[in-house]
């Protein structure tokens, strides 16, 4: 029998939870979220490339993000009824398809308002890969009937770090690619990883674990608490902040000569964020999660604020570094509270909306970021000009602070609910 002693190690937690499904599923669950951050940025830099506005750009990656936040709730609806492997193997094969599709209009010459139309195809069909595998972490670690909550911990612990690690890896490789060859390659890649891993994790055998239940039958926001709300909006805010952080960093390097190294700087910021949500999973159940939320939200601002004066690329490595430590554990916190406060027959729709919805967010940081930043670029303070990414990194603080105040909000209610 497993080791379920709250005093062993952190590595034995891990080693704990992955005996209970092997390896593969860890990588390939893994491995097929890469592509939805590598598109988002792929297509940032593919479209400013072609069109020479950033506001383009960030409308064709925000269009990818608001489609996927309309798609990806609908397809986990369907997965609550009908089990996630025919919905994700339709989802991996179809955004593959249309990823190369906004390749080949690219290099056609269409204009960015038809390339935004392909691509939000794209993001309709792009499975939530780290949502997905973690309700089938919550199935796996059920032992006669009851929630293993320690093992399940360390699991959204996993699949936290995962996702921020997917913003490292996404990001770099897009960066890398961009560098040596250019945006379009690094598209096209993302394709092939979600055709491939993609359709993995939907025929992997974990998938018999949620087969679906026709007893879910009722509307999915009738299942959403206003607890469960207000972790969505925080979603969203998280997601305003990676897009415009994405925006500015893009701004800042090609301003320096280097866009090619936007990919790797916005990589930094994922990196520290993934280090924290390692680690998330020794926390004490003491540190309940309404501390969590409000330390969390609290640490972002703080770290986010110095954004404001960043004026070169080692300034701005620095600074996505150290806030990348508190980016990991508002989300899995956000995840761990859905998921205490929702009911199991509506987990696969309510979860889908919160991860989408960072995705909305993603979009309405990156537009409006990319507004400000071509209108930084002309105008003027004191006969200075302003420059387009500080106006951009400005959306980041204010994602920041309205985060801050949902925190502090849904404490105080989570305090009132019986899991909280």
Not at 212 to 227: F, L, N, P, W
Not at 277 to 290: D, K, M, Q, S, V
Request: charged letters at 10%; glycine letters at 10%; one cysteine or more.
């Amino acid at each position: 029998m497993a080791d379920t002693s709250p005093h062993r190690s952190l590595v034995g937690r891990y080693r704990d939870l992955f005996s209970l499904t092997g390896a593969i599923f860890v990588v390939v669950g893994f491995v097929a979220r890469l592509p939805l951050a590598m598109a988002q940025l792929g297509i940032l830099l593919m479209v400013t490339a072609a069109t020479d506005s950033y506001t383009a750009g960030g409308t064709c990656a925000g269009a990818l993000a608001v489609a996927n936040a309309i798609g990806a709730p609908i397809a986990g609806a369907i997965t609550d009824r009908r089990g996630q492997r025919r919905v994700v193997l339709v989802q991996s094969l179809l955004s593959g398809i249309f990823l190369i599709a906004v390749v080949v209009a690219t290099r056609a010459g269409w204009s960015w308002p038809l390339l935004a139309m392909v691509a939000a195809v794209a993001g309709l069909f792009l499975p939530q890969v780290g949502t997905l595998a973690r309700i089938r972490w919550r199935a796996i670690v059920k032992r006669e009937g009851e929630i293993d909550r320690e093992r399940l911990q360390v699991a959204f612990s996993w699949e936290g770090a995962g996702d921020e690690a997917s913003f490292v890896l996404g990001p770099a490789t897009v960066g890398l690619i961009t560098a040596i060859l250019n945006a379009q390659v690094a598209v096209i890649a993302a394709a092939i990883v979600i055709l491939i891993f993609g359709t993995s994790f939907a025929l992997h055998p974990t998938a018999a674990y949620v087969p679906g239940s026709h007893s879910a039958v009722d509307v999915a926001t009738r299942a959403i608490t206003t607890v469960a709300w207000l972790m969505i909006i925080s979603q969203f805010l998280v997601g305003t902040m990676f897009g415009s952080i994405q925006t500015g960093t893009t701004v800042l390097a090609r301003a320096a000569g280097s866009a090619g190294m936007a990919g790797l700087l916005h990589a930094l910021l994922g990196l520290g964020s993934a280090t924290a949500g390692i680690a998330i999973a020794a926390l004490p159940t003491r540190f309940t999660h309404a501390w969590r939320i409000q330390v969390f939200s609290l640490t972002l601002f703080v770290l986010a604020l110095p954004l404001l004066w960043v004026h070169s690329l080692g300034g701005l490595a620095l600074v996505l570094s150290v806030m990348g430590f508190a980016i990991a554990p508002l989300m899995i916190t956000n995840f761990s509270i859905v998921e205490l406060v929702t009911i199991p027959t509506r987990l696969g729709a309510v979860m889908t909306v919160l991860a989408a919805t960072t995705g909305l967010g993603y979009a309405a940081g990156s537009s409006s970021a990319g507004r400000l930043a071509d209108w930084g670029r002309t105008a003027m303070i004191g006969g200075e000009p302003i420059g387009g990414y500080l106006p951009a990194f400005a959306v980041t603080i204010i994602g920041a602070f309205a985060a801050l105040i949902t925190a502090q909000i849904a404490a105080r209610r989570l305090r009132n609910h019986a899991g909280g």
